[in-house]
């Protein structure tokens, strides 16, 4: 390696703190020195790249080798390693590895070096067990099961009152067979994204926030949830679907109004306000008829909107509309393939917005004026009303019984 030698400097002092200055051919010098030192690491560096690559890769060999012999392993192995994809299931969609690896959530862009389809506990398990064959102390940070396939629904065997659903099941079949299996009265309150599936959605209240033993990730000691046991309500024969709309101009009294009316509202009536470059949007469902619904708006801080939609519908019917849109009528279109928007990471609050966030959102929303940008405010963690002054110990609690809003950004 290179010395680097100075000349040329000069020591510089001010208020007992020393500098050290460095002339024109100084720095030249040391501009030089620096490549060459950069220079040495990058002839070295491509080696040992060659040799982690190469190493991971067999590792992913070797695990496809063993999943091979596995012949009641039903699903597929996706990896950019060299070698030979297990299986053609064709009960499996086609897919390679660039579409493999993409998420949801677009705004993600990681790419694990091996991803395995699951359709069923045993391929699972077999996954799980034959990871640590070839990582026995390594932890499998780079592989990824992806359980999307695992969409069964069912009813419970010895319980008509609860259900089974895969852990790759979205919410939109989800509702689709509540509805046409039980009835238009019957409802499972889990949202209204429908191409959200329920392993993401239902094991990510962090109920465990704290826990030691996570750290210690080597030997493929981790569990995977492949069913859910969910309990159907009988919700009333019908409810309210509500669709308000205000100019852009209302939208810091909306917004602070929103904030200031919700918690205080009734536990009968959920809600999320959209704020578009163009308009607002609130959208809610009312476990009541629409006369009783105007009568608890009328009593709100909100200013009155330019338009109002209600719609008084079954519950399966009202999770269809907000779910595909006002117009949708067929049941089916809760099964169809939606692409997740990407979106930025949402944002928790534990106070109010007030006038001042909501300036900021309302100038945000003008400089992509006309494009697709939206600014979500929406409550969880429980009943609206049950959110106590000073609660409140962590933002991030998606059990604690607080108003929080949530922000996204779509573009």
């Known amino acids: 390696m290179a010395a680097c030698v100075f000349s040329s400097t000069s020591i510089l002092s001010h208020n007992n703190t020393r500098y050290l200055s460095f002339t024109t051919s100084t720095m030249e010098s040391l501009s030089s020195t620096i490549h060459k030192m950069g220079a040495a ?22 695990f496809v080798d063993v999943m091979t012999r596995d012949k009641d392993f039903g699903g597929r ?20 590895d660039d579409l493999a690896r993409k998420l949801p959530a677009l705004r993600l862009d990681h790419r694990p070096l091996l991803i395995v389809f699951c359709t069923s506990a045993h391929d699972v398990s077999s996954c799980v067990k034959n990871i640590r064959t070839v990582r026995p102390q390594d932890p499998p940070k780079n592989d990824l099961i992806d359980c999307s396939a695992m969409d069964d629904t069912m009813m419970s065997a010895d319980d008509k009152t609860t259900l089974w659903m895969g852990a790759g099941c979205k919410l939109g079949r989800l509702y689709h067979f509540v509805s046409q299996n039980l009835g238009h009265e019957f409802d499972v309150s889990a949202g209204t994204a429908f191409s959200v599936e329920a392993g993401g959605l239902m094991t990510g209240q962090r109920r465990l926030r704290n826990v030691i033993e996570e750290s210690w990730t080597g030997g493929g000691s981790f569990g995977v949830v492949t069913k859910f046991r ?7 024969p019908r409810v309210t679907l509500v669709h308000l709309e205000w100019d852009l101009n209302d939208i810091i009294h909306v917004i602070s109004a929103f904030e200031e009316w919700l918690p205080s509202a009734l536990d009968d009536f959920t809600a999320q306000l959209d704020c578009w470059a163009t308009h607002l949007h609130l959208q809610g469902k009312f ?14 801080p909100l200013c009155p909107p330019r338009s109002i939609q209600m719609m008084y519908l079954s519950p399966a019917e ?15 279109d809760l099964i169809g393939e939606k692409k997740s928007k990407k979106k930025s990471d949402f944002i928790h609050r534990g106070k109010s917005f007030g006038p001042e966030g909501a300036a900021v959102v309302r100038s945000r929303l003008m400089q992509d004026k006309g494009k697709t940008a939206v600014c979500q405010l929406e409550a969880y963690g429980g009943f609206f009303s049950t959110c106590e002054e000073g609660e409140l110990h962590d933002p991030l609690s998606y059990h604690s019984y607080v108003l929080t809003f949530i922000v996204m950004i779509s573009m």
């Open 41 to 62: 690491v990058i002839d070295c560096l491509p080696d040992a790249i060659t040799h982690m690559r190469d190493e991971a890769h067999q590792k992913v060999v070797r």
């Open 77 to 96: 192995v996706v990896t950019r390693a060299a070698c030979e994809p297990t299986t053609q299931n064709t009960h499996l969609p086609p897919c390679d």
């Open 230 to 236: 969910l309990e159907i309500v009988k919700a009333p």
């Open 287 to 300: 476990l009541g008829n629409p006369e009783e619904y105007l009568k608890m708006l009328s009593s709100s």
């Open 318 to 332: 009202a999770n269809l509309k907000i779910s595909c849109g006002t117009d949708a009528t067929d049941f089916d």
